[in-house]
């Protein structure tokens, strides 16, 4: 077990229906082997190999300290193999170091941050506390490594409307980018709660969401921006599939609609090309008793493809 200092924060979503999927097409002792390209706290992972203690899973996260977090929770288990890198590069040369040459049987995808890099990574992902405007989950990204303050500070106001209205679906966008133009006009906007009270100002309170923070959408178009995440995904979503052995399965768990839409069209593609299936018709979804235990999984959709059996040619 972990020592007692360490607090998971990252409650695993969807893992049932995960799992379930897995057991409808291997039996628990099977030897298998699966990747976890969004490692995050290593709650699927050690789930996973909980229900398939025979199996291997080699997990990634493009966040060092969530790889170190991982590493935590699953005590070093010899099981579990490691990797910080972008999902989107992953490659038969990585698998081929685990002597993994002929594939692997599969790949999970949850989408997005964790809940540690909004509580306690310091990283501005949050519009709550006073944190510096950073919001980069990895600084090495293709050379390139802007952060939030970055893109705030330094871009065109006409990219930043692009953003705000693309990424975060935000409707008083032209106001909000108003605002933080005249502002940095005289002082640089350095943390994240400058930006929120920025964006609170924009918005007339009757407008402002019932249940939501006024700042959802800014934050979460940035953090998109940031991260590039949109591009990585489509990259995956194109590229990793052909990583699966015949008959294994890949599954992608998105939070928002963005995300939903570059999964479904990608994996449609897949299975036009004739190689693959679908394995559900619809999106699965959490069921009540989750979202009720864990808030954040309630706009989670979980979509699963597999690789066609030769036997089924
Ligand atoms: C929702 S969390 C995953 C939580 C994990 N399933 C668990 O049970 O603890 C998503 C994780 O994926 C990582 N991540 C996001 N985009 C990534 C990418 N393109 N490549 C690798 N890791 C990524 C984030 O750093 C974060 O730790």
Redesign the pocket.
């Known amino acids: 077990m972990p020592d007692e200092e360490f607090h998971i924060t ?1 409650y ?1 979503v969807m893992v049932r229906e995960v799992l379930d999927t897995y057991l409808l097409n291997w039996s628990p002792e099977s030897k298998l082997r699966f990747i ?9 992972v050690e789930a996973v190999l909980k229900e398939f203690p025979n199996s291997e899973v080699l997990f ?4 060092s300290e ?1 790889i170190e977090r ?1 590493e935590t929770r699953l005590n070093h288990d010899p099981r579990a193999h490691s990797l910080e ?4 590069d992953l490659t038969r040369h990585h698998l081929s170091e685990l002597g993994w040459n002929d594939g692997v049987d599969g790949i999970l995808l ?5 809940i540690y ?1 909004i509580t306690d990574s310091g990283r501005g992902f949050s519009f709550r506390g006073t944190e510096d405007l950073d919001m980069r ?1 990895s600084r090495d990204i293709r050379g390139r490594s802007i952060s939030a303050f970055d893109v705030i500070n330094t871009y065109p106001s006409k990219e930043i409307e692009r953003i705000f209205y693309e990424y975060g679906e935000e409707r008083w966008t032209k106001k909000i980018v108003e605002r933080i133009v005249e502002r940095r006009r005289t002082n640089p906007i350095r943390t994240n709660s400058e930006l929120a009270k920025l964006v609170e100002s924009s918005i007339p309170r009757k407008f402002w969401p019932p249940k939501n923070h006024p700042s959802l959408r800014v934050f979460q178009a940035l953090r998109i921006e940031v ?1 590039q ?1 949109l591009f ?1 995904l489509k990259k ?1 979503i194109t590229d990793l599939p052909f990583l699966l052995k015949p008959g294994g399965i890949m599954q992608v768990i998105s939070f928002h609609s963005l995300e939903d839409r570059i999964v479904k069209h990608g994996f449609r593609e897949l299975v036009q090309q004739n190689d693959f299936t679908h394995l559900d018709k619809k999106p699965r979804l959490p069921s009540e008793e989750e979202i009720k235990t864990n808030p954040p999984s309630r706009s989670a959709k979980l979509r699963s493809l597999k690789k066609i059996e030769l036997s089924d040619d």
């Open positions: 990252h695993p976890d390209g969004t490692g995050g706290e290593g709650g699927h990634l996260d493009r966040d969530m991982a890198l972008n999902f989107s949850d989408l997005g941050i964790s890099h989950l991260n995440e990585h995956a």
